[in-house]
């Protein structure tokens, strides 16, 4: 097992490894499936149905984390029931919406399984390929990550937005983050303590990944449209995880200013060696108004800028130092019992 984290002291409860089940225990299954659900009632039968299907031609044991985010509707209401039939079926039931990364470490830290593979509640990660990722696993690796080989079914603008950010970040980063590989991953028990132990409360769960290291390998797949209901994440909670993903992975933007003050000192100090000698040689002519107008304007928002950029490291610094919890959960559906009849609830 492992050791405590090196922030065990400071940090919430959920960052502590202290498992109220074994996690190599008898009954724990070779793989658990983690899926976060923010108002997915009408998707739910149908993902169950796909995922105890393709499962079942793998013939391995396993369990389905569902961790229900907050949902308005009653997805918490037809997972519960879902877990009373099926002892597969683990429900997490947070206190309120936490968002999908915190939802995805809230399921994270209740699985199991030998190996973890993190799926979206909308099928556009196709179960199918589970299998594939057992087979990898099982040769060695401790991580296959699933990638997408197109994004046509994706909106022109998410397209492009994708697009811009993964080269911005890439760019910017030094952890590499490979572009187009969301959370579906299978994970090595190994993999998913070691990402349990990160500290931060800043879920960038694609950096942090990216992060680990381990021996990664790849498998492709074409990405569907999304199966029941509209997207849950709305464009401005991503342009928040983007920005959280910069500034959690890189601090260019806080160094580019030193490196622009330079520059911009620099290019100042010519201009007044040149003003001086002009001065000197020809005497003085107009105010030069229009200059120094320019001037003030161009390093008054130069500040700006910067001191927003400290600002954005600063809130975040204050959420790290805050250390409240990533999530809370209200309750957790687990019936122990019910595992013993997993053949008469497969369907
Ligand atoms: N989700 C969540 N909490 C949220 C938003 C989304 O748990 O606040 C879940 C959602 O139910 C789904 C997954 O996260 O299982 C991905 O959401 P969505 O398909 O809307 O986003 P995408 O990643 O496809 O853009
Ligand atoms: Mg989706």
């Given at each position: 097992m492992l050791t405590t984290p090196r922030h065990a002291n400071n940090s919430g409860p959920i960052m502590e490894f202290t498992p109220s089940y074994e996690v190599n225990g008898e009954d724990a299954p070779v793989l658990s499936i983690v899926t976060p659900m923010f108002n997915e009632e009408d998707g739910i039968e149908r993902f169950l149905k796909t995922v105890r299907r393709v499962m079942g031609d793998l013939d391995l044991s396993y369990e389905i984390v569902c961790v229900n985010d907050g949902s308005q509707d009653g997805t918490f209401r037809k997972l519960a029931q879902a877990a009373e039939k099926?002892?597969?079926?683990?429900?997490?039931d947070l206190s309120r919406n936490f968002g999908k990364e915190a939802a995805l470490t809230a399921g994270l830290d209740a699985a199991r399984g030998q190996a973890v593979v993190p799926l979206d509640a909308d099928l556009q990660e196709p179960p199918e390929l589970i299998g594939d990722m057992v087979r990898l696993w099982r040769q060695g690796y401790d991580v296959v990550l699933a990638k997408r080989s197109d994004r046509s079914s994706d909106t022109r603008f998410k397209r492009?937005?994708?697009?811009?950010?993964?080269?911005?970040?890439?760019?910017?980063s030094e952890t590499d983050i490979q572009e187009n590989v969301g959370d579906f991953r299978l994970m090595d028990r190994q993999v998913v303590e070691a990402l349990r132990r990160l500290p931060e409360r800043t879920r960038f769960m694609k950096g942090l990944f990216a992060w680990l290291g381990y021996r990664q390998t790849v498998v492709e797949f074409?990405?569907?449209?999304?199966?029941?209901?509209?997207?849950?994440?709305?464009?401005?909670?991503?342009?928040?995880?983007?920005?959280?993903?910069?500034?959690?992975?890189?601090?260019?933007?806080?160094?580019?200013?030193?490196?622009?003050?330079?520059?911009?000192a620099f290019l100042s100090m010519t201009y007044m060696v040149w003003i001086v000698g002009n001065t000197l040689i020809f005497g003085s002519d107009t105010p030069g108004f229009a200059t120094l107008a320019t001037a003030l304007l161009f390093f008054n928002?130069?500040?700006?800028?910067?001191?927003?950029?400290?600002?954005e490291y600063v809130a975040r610094i204050f959420s790290?130092?805050?250390?409240?919890?990533?999530?809370?959960?209200?309750?957790?559906?687990?019936?122990?019992q019910a595992r013993e009849s997993d053949g008469n609830a497969q369907n």
């Amino acid at each position: 097992m492992l050791t405590t984290p090196r922030h065990a002291n400071n940090s919430g409860p959920i960052m502590e490894f202290t498992p109220s089940y074994e996690v190599n225990g008898e009954d724990a299954p070779v793989l658990s499936i983690v899926t976060p659900m923010f108002n997915e009632e009408d998707g739910i039968e149908r993902f169950l149905k796909t995922v105890r299907r393709v499962m079942g031609d793998l013939d391995l044991s396993y369990e389905i984390v569902c961790v229900n985010d907050g949902s308005q509707d009653g997805t918490f209401r037809k997972l519960a029931q879902a877990a009373e039939k099926d002892g597969r079926i683990v429900v997490i039931d947070l206190s309120r919406n936490f968002g999908k990364e915190a939802a995805l470490t809230a399921g994270l830290d209740a699985a199991r399984g030998q190996a973890v593979v993190p799926l979206d509640a909308d099928l556009q990660e196709p179960p199918e390929l589970i299998g594939d990722m057992v087979r990898l696993w099982r040769q060695g690796y401790d991580v296959v990550l699933a990638k997408r080989s197109d994004r046509s079914s994706d909106t022109r603008f998410k397209r492009m937005s994708a697009r811009l950010f993964y080269s911005l970040i890439r760019r910017l980063s030094e952890t590499d983050i490979q572009e187009n590989v969301g959370d579906f991953r299978l994970m090595d028990r190994q993999v998913v303590e070691a990402l349990r132990r990160l500290p931060e409360r800043t879920r960038f769960m694609k950096g942090l990944f990216a992060w680990l290291g381990y021996r990664q390998t790849v498998v492709e797949f074409v990405r569907p449209p999304r199966q029941d209901g509209a997207e849950k994440q709305r464009f401005s909670k991503l342009l928040l995880l983007a920005l959280d993903g910069i500034i959690s992975f890189s601090s260019m933007p806080l160094r580019i200013w030193t490196y622009l003050g330079l520059i911009v000192a620099f290019l100042s100090m010519t201009y007044m060696v040149w003003i001086v000698g002009n001065t000197l040689i020809f005497g003085s002519d107009t105010p030069g108004f229009a200059t120094l107008a320019t001037a003030l304007l161009f390093f008054n928002g130069l500040l700006m800028i910067n001191m927003g950029i400290l600002g954005e490291y600063v809130a975040r610094i204050f959420s790290e130092v805050k250390a409240r919890p990533v999530y809370l959960v209200r309750t957790q559906v687990r019936h122990r019992q019910a595992r013993e009849s997993d053949g008469n609830a497969q369907n």
